[in-house]
Each structure stands twice: as C-alpha cells, then as structure tokens.
C-alpha cells in the first residue's frame, strides 16, 4: 500500500510555455501533499506544501505565480509551471501523506524530469 | 530552523561488510521523527528507517539499524551484511513539521 504516481515520468517543453505534472496518491487519501524539486547531484529542497481544499504554502524563495500548485481532491495535487525557462530546468518529486502536522512518513513518487528547451 | 548535516558525500563498504552513515541535526524541538531514505539510481526515494524522537529505543529493520543519540542530536545508519542493492544515496531527514534532508551520502558496494 501506499502508492504514490506521478505522470509525466518525463517531459520536454519549450520556453515560454506550460507544462502540468500530476501527483496522485494510489492507495490512500492524502491529507498532505508536498513538491520537491531536485538538482543533479543534490538534496531535495521543499517547494510547496498543500493540503486538499486550501491554498498551497510555499517556502521562501519560491514563486507562487510561476509554480502553481492545486490539490483538488485527497488524491490528486498538480504543480504546474508557467512560462517555463530553461533555468526550472530540474527533477520535480511529489509526496503524500496520511498525518497532518506534524508530518508523518511521506510517500514519494517516482519523480518528473523536466527540461526546458 | 531546522538543518540536517551529512559529513561523508561518499562511502564505499565491501560486500557483506557493515557501513555506518553519519548525520546530526539541529532543532530546539523536542518532539520530532528522523528517517533515512534510500535513492537509488531510479531516483526513487525509499523509506529505509525511521525514528521517533520519543523514543528512547533504536529502531532496526532488518539490516538496517540506527544509533540515535537524543543529546547529542545524532543519527547514524548502520547497514550489516551490504549488499550490491543497497548502492544508492542515502538522505537522512528530520521532521516535525515538514521534511529537511540532509545532502546525502553516495554509498558505493564494493564487490
């Protein structure tokens, strides 16, 4: 149990446009769902927090308007990037959790790798 | 805020050998969960253990055990008997409300 997919697994897209990644929990409804975005050979730095039915809460640094996040239903949030560039570039993870604060043990998914052309 | 620091980018064990990831932390909370993930090359983070800061008991998983050091905020993962499966990063997170990870250790099985 536990499942966490992400779609696309991969996706290429030209500057100036917008693509849409998915995060669906499986198995389970997800009070909590999470992005993370990843650089080569680094951490996993958080993104956005959201939980369903409200506002997603974004960590300093990060811009709202340009990385959307919608959590439409327990088991569906959606980061979508806006006027992509090549610089967001990156591998987008998503996960779910059960618990609220605090966070309980995250599920992960398989992860999105964007490029940005 | 909450930082999570992992001393060793890179170890390497022989094959059935036992390894021992370092990681400390540093919080002013005293209730939290810390875990260690495991990601492979498919980038696919795995839970490998976890820890709750409550508890006084190490926690194991089979192969997996941890040394959690509540004063001196620490907690390494020790792996017994390595196998070539568990080549991978390996990221040690805290958590009370959300995840922080540490920069990993790239953790190579020597055949």
């Known amino acids: 149990g536990a499942v966490v997919s992400q779609h696309p697994s991969w996706v290429i897209c030209k500057s100036g446009t917008s693509v849409k990644i998915e995060c669906r929990s499986l198995d389970f409804q997800a009070t909590t769902m999470f992005w993370y975005r990843q650089f080569p050979k680094q951490s996993l730095m958080l993104m956005a927090t959201s939980n369903e039915g409200s506002k997603a809460t974004y960590e300093q640094g990060v811009e709202k308007d340009k990385f959307l996040i919608n959590h439409a239903s327990l088991t569906l949030s959606t980061l979508t990037v806006t006027s992509a560039h090549p610089e967001d570039s990156s591998f987008y993870i998503c996960s779910a959790s059960r618990g609220h604060v605090p966070s309980y043990e995250q599920y992960f998914g398989p992860g999105t790798r964007l490029t940005v052309t | 805020a909450q930082t999570v620091t992992q001393s060793q980018p890179e170890m390497s064990v022989q094959e059935a050998e036992t390894v021992t990831l370092s990681c400390t932390y540093d919080?002013?909370?005293?209730?939290?969960?810390l875990f260690w993930y495991k990601q492979p090359p498919s980038r696919q983070m795995i839970l490998v253990i976890r820890?709750?800061?409550?508890?006084?008991q190490n926690a194991t998983e089979n192969r997996f055990s941890v040394n959690f050091q509540k004063a001196a905020k620490s907690f390494s993962l020790k792996i017994s008997d390595s196998q070539l499966g568990d080549a991978a990063m390996y990221f040690c997170a805290f958590t009370n409300e959300k995840l922080t990870f540490g920069t990993g250790t790239r953790l190579t099985i020597i055949p």
């Open positions: 820890q709750e800061a409550y508890k006084q």
């Open positions: 919080t002013s909370e005293s209730d939290y969960y």
